[in-house]
């Protein structure tokens, strides 16, 4: 099945990038596959843990509306192509793989017609979520750094040595990492 995004929609995806590639559009197809299975893009309350920072989590920010600065785009760093959907409010999600679909095409323009022409089935492999991948933002009190003295939000403070440290005045003075 082709991609089922208007064409409009992909060219403003494509836009928001800043150039086409077939990173941008495996994360297309995760965001169709993401507003196929969860209506995601109607949800209140979405989520998605990337396990990638490729060029496809751009398409699945500017797509869904999951978005760093909202909480509800998490970064993990695993370096799989790999994104777990969730709708809090339906209490349910899924965990697409991209499984490497059109590898062997060396044509980069050819490889992402076929990335575009494929059916979701063959680009991803899914799994059932029946839990959140992490908890909701909250917003925590700010603290000042003793060293640098910037405000540092809480849970990113580090004691050491009886001052209240951000993490890289902590990376200064702390042998051990």
Not at 7 to 28: M, W, Y
Not at 35 to 59: P, Q, S, W
Not at 72 to 94: C, M, V, W
């Amino acid at each position: 099945m082709t991609c089922l995004l208007k064409k409009e929609l992909i060219e403003k995806t494509i836009e928001f990038h800043g150039h086409s590639c077939p990173g941008l559009t495996i994360g297309i197809r995760a965001s169709e596959l993401a507003m196929e299975k969860l209506n995601i893009h109607n949800a209140k309350n979405a989520v998605c843990l990337a396990e990638t920072d490729m060029c496809g989590v751009d398409a699945i920010q500017f797509l869904t509306g999951c978005s760093f600065g909202k909480g509800n785009l998490i970064h993990k760093d695993y370096g799989k192509s790999a994104f777990t959907f969730y709708d809090r409010d339906a209490q349910k999600g899924f965990r697409a793989v991209f499984t490497d679909f059109a590898r062997d095409e060396t044509n980069r323009d050819n490889r992402i017609k076929k990335l575009l022409k494929a059916e979701l089935t063959d680009l991803f492999t899914t799994q059932e979520v029946d839990v959140p991948p992490v908890r909701p933002a909250r917003i925590l009190k700010s603290i000042q750094c003793d060293s640098c003295h910037e405000m540092t939000m809480e849970s990113r403070i580090r004691l050491f040595d009886g001052k209240n440290l951000c993490i890289p005045c902590f990376q200064k003075v702390e042998q051990k990492i």
